[in-house]
């Protein structure tokens, strides 16, 4: 069984920072994409930003120059640093791998993260 565990959500103040960490645990084979997505209430689910295992990134327009998404593949964990954050970045953020098991290892599987709150408010 694999988990992804989210850290680091909070309430922080327009132009304040934050660090997400999403750590996967369990039978793991190898990680190929890691990455987060949001949901604002009344809103869909969108990707903000991902890294493959060789490191490139994508970001969604709204969060470029301001989150930056990393990883430690040593520890299977992937970080979302958010500077500059908006009102409009508050959302529940969830974190997603795409990875192989060792009950699996020729077929990537998809998993979730429960989600970490990330309010930006005065």
């Known amino acids: 069984q694999v988990q992804l565990v989210e850290s680091g959500g909070g309430l922080v103040q327009p132009g304040g920072s934050l660090r997400l960490s999403c750590a996967a645990s369990?039978?793991?084979?190898?990680?190929?994409?890691m990455g987060w997505y949001r949901q604002a209430p009344g809103k869909e689910r969108e990707l903000v930003a991902s890294?493959?295992?060789?490191?490139?990134?994508t970001y969604v327009p709204s969060v470029k120059g301001r989150f930056a998404i990393s990883r430690d593949n040593a520890k299977n964990t992937v970080y979302l640093q958010m500077n500059s954050l908006k009102p409009e970045d508050t959302a529940v953020y969830y974190c997603?791998?795409?990875?192989?098991?060792?009950?699996?290892?020729?077929?990537?599987?998809?998993?979730w993260g429960q989600g970490t709150q990330v309010t930006v408010s005065s």
């Open positions: 369990g039978s793991i084979f190898s990680i190929n994409a």
């Open positions: 997603n791998a795409d990875l192989l098991t060792f009950r699996s290892p020729h077929y990537a599987e998809n998993y």
């Open positions: 890294i493959t295992s060789g490191g490139s990134t």
